[in-house]
Nanobody, 115 residues
Framework: QVQVVESGGGLVQPGGSLRLSCAAS????????MEWHRQAPGQQRELVAH???????YYPESVKGRFTISRDNAKNTVYLQMNSLKPEDTAVYYC?????????WGQGTQVTVSS
């Protein structure tokens, strides 16, 4: 079982920035595919960023150019840098560590974009 813990959420004004962190347990972190998803009230959970073990990223169009995912394998940590935030980015953000055919989700961190 991989333990996943997110941090860094909070309240930010439109146009602002926030960086989320996700720490995952285990000795083979570099093999994990790491993802950030989000879920707004009444909506389905959606993928916002994905990074492979060799640090190849993927973003959906909704966040491309604004969000950046990165990983530090020495720290077992993945980051999500979010810039130019919009009110529609408000959601609970979840980190997922995918390894050995299993998803391992964190508890989520709230991001609220509001003036």
């Amino acid at each position: 079982q991989v333990q996943v813990v997110e941090s860094g959420g909070g309240l930010v004004q439109p146009g602002g920035s926030l960086r989320l962190s996700c720490a995952a347990s285990g000795k083979v972190f570099s093999s994990y595919v790491m993802e950030w998803h989000r879920q707004a009230p009444g909506q389905q959970r959606e993928l916002v960023a994905h990074i492979t073990g060799d640090a190849s990223p993927y973003y959906p169009e909704s966040v491309k150019g604004r969000f950046t995912i990165s990983r530090d394998n020495a720290k077992n940590t993945v980051y999500l840098q979010m810039n130019s935030l919009k009110p529609e980015d408000t959601a609970v953000y979840y980190c997922n560590a995918y390894w050995n055919t299993r998803n391992n989700w964190g508890q989520g961190t709230q991001v609220t974009v509001s003036s």
